[in-house]
T-cell receptor, first 111, second 113 residues
Framework: GQQLNQSPQSMFIQEGEDVSMNCTSSSIFNTWLWYKQDPGEGPVLLIALYKAGELTSNGRLTAQFGITRKDSFLNISASIPSDVGIYFCAGQGSGTYKYIFGTGTRLKVLA | NAGVTQTPKFQVLKTGQSMTLQCAQDMNHNSMYWYRQDPGMGLRLIYYSASEGTTDKGEVPNGYNVSRLNKREFSLRLESAAPSQTSVYFC????????????FGPGTRLTVL
């Protein structure tokens, strides 16, 4: 079945640094979503991407829909302590209501 | 507008007991989903309902049943709980179109002893 590889699995960064993470798929997706999950909470939608090459920002967050439609990237600029959490990507293929989720990137920000 | 709500928040069961997890959304969404999340893993789809009156299996349906009671509500039932079903369960809903974003509930933390 479809698989999503999300990397890195975890990262420690200093406050103020920029962060990059990505997801790659074994097949083509039509939609990419990026979520953040805080401990004990459900995932919260950050950014949705619907078109190959699309670049979308939400505050300090920027995500891109890869041109091959098999990958997506999330960047966080000038990280702050509240950016700590787990970031998930999710992709949806053509003609399906199902989303496939990556295994998450655990981000820790050192003040 | 509460979004997606789930009950209960926490539950402890003994092996073999049954229970139903409840989910409701007030966003007039067509599609609803049940996922489980285990440590170190992403979200795995158990069942989904593309629209009222339809349900389909996801990646890990064994040991579960679902009911799409109406457009708002989608329940997940464990008929005979097993320790392997210890997990955090999330309900989600998505909007009108097939390519629409998903919104998640706060989760139910289930432990099966």
């Amino acid at each position: 079945g479809q698989q999503l590889n999300q990397s890195p699995q975890s990262m420690f960064i200093q406050e103020g640094e920029d962060v990059s993470m990505n997801c790659t798929s074994s097949s083509i997706f039509n939609t990419w979503l990026w979520y953040k999950q805080d401990p004990g909470e459900g995932p919260v939608l950050l950014i949705a991407l619907y078109k190959a090459g699309e670049l979308t920002s939400n505050g300090r967050l920027t995500a891109q829909f890869g041109i091959t439609r098999k990958d997506s990237f999330l960047n966080i600029s000038a990280s702050i302590p509240s950016d700590v959490g787990i970031y998930f990507c999710a992709g949806q293929g053509s003609g399906t209501y199902k989303y496939i989720f990556g295994t998450g990137t655990r981000l820790k920000v050192l003040a | 507008n509460a979004g997606v709500t789930q009950t209960p928040k926490f539950q402890v069961l003994k092996t073999g007991q049954s229970m139903t997890l409840q989910c409701a959304q007030d966003m007039n969404h067509n599609s609803m989903y049940w996922y489980r999340q285990d440590p170190g893993m992403g979200l795995r789809l158990i069942y989904y309902s593309a629209s009222e009156g339809t349900t389909d299996k996801g990646e890990v349906p064994n040991g579960y049943n679902v009911s799409r009671l109406n457009k708002r509500e989608f329940s997940l039932r464990l008929e005979s709980a097993a320790p392997s079903q210890t997990s955090v369960y999330f309900c989600a809903s998505s909007g009108v179109g097939i390519a629409d974003t998903q919104y998640f509930g706060p989760g139910t933390r289930l432990t099966v002893l």
